[in-house]
């Protein structure tokens, strides 16, 4: 059976704003946390994406052709699927589109052996996961900066609890968070 593996970068107050990223995110990068992003993407057996990230990703990283940043190939021949309501076709190689009942999807492809699928940016599709219980680990990569104002990938009106595994502290001061969804917190 297949895990499914979310992983989200914010800055400490939880923005994960791609319109802000200069403030939040370039500033601490370091081979240390591309390195764990590297092992992340080319570890994943299935990438699953919200339409709005598979349309930022797509035009980027389907231009590469030499595995830049060690991910380019990963991200451009690995099967991937996109959740979307109205995308009719999906251009980015060995692309699936899962339309209105996505979660009964992603449930049948969880039960099928292999690796893992993983989740990155999507925030449209975190409730949903959550909430169906589909989501077997939450990966933050939170990088030391308050940003104040932006996206964020915690919606209101979800109440899930989450188990604690570990930590790791990158260069920077970047921290890698990583829990284990449980049950539901009691209303």
């Known amino acids: 059976m297949r895990e499914l593996i979310v992983t989200q970068w914010v800055s400490l107050d939880g923005i994960f704003d791609g319109n802000s990223m200069n403030e939040w995110w370039m500033p601490f990068d370091s081979p240390d946390r591309q ?25 980027y990283w389907s231009s590469f052709k030499h595995n830049e940043q060690g991910v ?13 309501s109205n995308l009719k076709k999906a251009p980015w190689g060995n692309t699936t589109i899962l339309h209105n009942d996505f979660i ?12 893992y699928i993983l989740v990155q940016g999507s925030s449209s599709l975190l409730k949903p996961l959550l909430e169906g219980g589909l989501v ?31 930590f790791q502290q990158l260069d920077k001061n970047v921290v890698l968070l990583i829990y284990h969804p449980t049950k539901k917190a009691s209303a």
């Open 35 to 59: 390195h764990y992003i590297q092992d992340t993407i080319n570890n994943c057996e299935i990438m699953l994406y919200g339409r709005k990230t598979y349309e930022m990703l797509y035009p």
């Open 136 to 166: 077997d680990e939450l990966r933050l990569l939170v990088n030391p900066a308050i940003v104040g104002t932006g996206a964020r990938p915690f919606l209101e009106d979800i109440n899930i609890n989450l188990e604690f595994i570990r």
């Open 72 to 84: 380019a190939d990963k991200l451009n021949t690995g099967k991937k699927y996109v959740v979307s």
């Open 104 to 115: 009964r999807e992603i449930e049948k492809v969880k039960r099928e052996d292999g690796g």
